[in-house]
């Protein structure tokens, strides 16, 4: 049953904490889809939730790179496609091996390879709020394994 959870954060801490609770759930072969407005916050969550999956390094957007690999409790897979010309460029990179791997795929700009991502997956939009440090995330699960891990973020 597909699950939604909308919530409010005040401060980058708050938004961030988000991220590290998600990053502590992740058993391994999610596949992470965030969209939101340039600045939102995606790489900052992606971030944390590299530190929730124990990832030490620097993690970073690879906006010219299309994908950064990071060794954490899970390998954590970052794509940003917001530079993608043609899906092709997603085949030629050999996505699949990434998306049905045992490792942790967030992807962001998820939104411009629609046609390629799995029906499974947790969805997340990150919205700019009334201030400059409020964010707005709404998450939503396609699959089990993710209604799961949206129980998990509102208990």
Not at 30 to 45: F, P, S, V, Y
Not at 80 to 95: F, K, N, P, Q, S
Not at 131 to 137: Q, V
Request: hydrophobic share 30%.
């Amino acid at each position: 049953m597909k699950q939604l959870i909308k919530i409010t954060t005040s401060s980058p801490e708050e938004t961030k904490n988000i991220g590290y609770r998600l990053g502590k759930l992740l058993k391994g072969g999610e596949i992470i889809c965030m969209n939101g407005d340039l600045g939102a916050g995606k790489t900052t969550l992606t971030q944390s939730i590299a530190e929730g999956l124990e990832v030490n390094d620097y993690v970073t957007s690879p906006t010219f790179t299309i994908v950064n690999e990071y060794e954490g409790r899970h390998k954590l897979y970052h794509f940003d496609v917001y530079r993608i010309g043609e899906i092709d460029e997603m085949y030629d990179l050999g996505y699949e091996e990434y998306f049905y791997s045992d490792g942790v795929t967030i992807i962001e700009w998820s939104s411009m390879i629609e046609e390629i991502l799995p029906k499974e997956r947790l969805n997340i939009e990150i919205r700019k709020g009334y201030s400059s440090d409020n964010r707005e995330l709404i998450i939503n699960s396609f699959g089990e394994r993710y209604d799961e891990i949206i129980k998990e973020l509102k208990s």
